[in-house]
């Protein structure tokens, strides 16, 4: 693997990734945190945050997601919208928003 990952080809690669899974995705919003997202020369890892519509759906992302789909692991957090607002998770992850899936897009 790769240890080179600029932030532009992890979200081309996240974009893939989402793509790659159809309706389940439906609804979502993929947040990019941690040295990825901060673009640092020498990243280990993605660290990508779903927010999803319920707990089913956050359970079919996690079982559906291969971790290791992406040049460098992916570290993957799923919360629902709900459990990111009460813990402040965006703001506390210093997230950034890099896809956001409609409802009805795959």
Known sequence: MSSKLTRSDAIFHIKELAQSLGAIANGTDWHLFGSVNRDEPNASDVDLMI??????????????IDTDSLPLPLHLSLLTFGEASEINAILVQQSCLVLKIASDEY
């Open 51 to 64: 927010l999803c519509r319920s707990d089913s759906q956050a359970d079919t992302l996690r079982y559906s």
